[in-house]
């Protein structure tokens, strides 16, 4: 069964969509199998994006990242990564289509409301960078 790793920006924990989002994943029958509410470290939101290093957005990502809690999730499933993408929408709300997370949630590209998993690789990647194995319920 394939994994992802979902995260629920400071954006849209502040503005209480946590539940409006998981709930349109549990929804479409994927199964969330960890779950946690966290303020990230500067370090930990580095390596996440560490992608991203050196574009112009990268610093303000970072501060945007660390300016309030988040909500870290493990969702299994079918397709869970490739479907998960297409149900978040563009990464730019002005592209996302109504429908998507993004697309019925978010205005701008710096406050785009979540975070999905864009490959197997970086899946396992960031699920092992929030996550403990023994915090994986029922894997
Ligand atoms: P995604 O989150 O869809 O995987 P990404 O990996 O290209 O998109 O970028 C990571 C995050 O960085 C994205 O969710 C929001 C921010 N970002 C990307 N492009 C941006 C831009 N042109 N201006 C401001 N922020 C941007
Ligand atoms: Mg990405």
Partial sequence: MERTFLMVKPDAVQ?????QIISRFESKGFKMIAGKLMIISKELAEKHYQE??????????IE???SGPVFAMVWEGDNVIRLSRLMMGSTDPEKAQPG????DF????NRNVIHGSDSPENAEREIRLFFEERELIGG
């Fill in 15 to 19: 503005r209480g969509l946590i539940g």
């Fill in 106 to 109: 978010a205005t701008l590209v």
């Fill in 52 to 61: 991203h290093k050196g574009k112009p957005f990268y610093e303000d990502l």
């Fill in 100 to 103: 998507t997370v993004r697309g």
């Fill in 64 to 66: 945007f990242m660390t």
